[in-house]
């Protein structure tokens, strides 16, 4: 009853920037804990970064110090700058939402960084 929609993805040489969005919609019961994740082609998904309702972030340590998550709650969204981007970045990008008990994902952005 959820729903999450990312955007922002795209291609960006190396060492550029973009800016990832994500909105949730439909029935918002309390949102708790917001979070990206991410997946290379034959690589597993893994976690990227995570902003808890009061603004505690907690980083992967692979873009530690380039990238940066924040929130609206008013407007129910949570944001991911990439900064200095890599090659190594390259992959579809999910935001992750904890709407009450229950985990929320959405259809997934892809970044693709040339080098």
């Known amino acids: 009853q959820v729903q999450l929609v990312e955007s922002g993805g795209g291609l960006v040489q190396a060492g550029g920037s973009l800016r990832l969005s994500c909105v949730a919609s439909?029935?918002?019961?309390?949102?708790?804990?917001m979070g990206w994740y991410r997946q290379a082609p034959g690589k597993q998904r893994e976690f990227v970064a995570t902003?808890?309702?009061?603004?505690?972030?907690h980083y992967a340590d692979s873009v530690k110090g380039r990238f940066t998550i924040s929130r609206d709650n008013a407007k129910n969204r949570v944001y991911l700058q990439m900064n200095s981007l890599k090659p190594d970045d390259t992959g579809v990008y999910y935001c992750k939402v904890l709407n009450w008990y229950l985990e929320v994902w959405g259809q997934g952005t892809l970044v693709t960084v040339s080098s």
């Open positions: 439909g029935k918002i019961f309390s949102i708790g804990d």
């Open positions: 902003i808890a309702s009061g603004g505690f972030t």
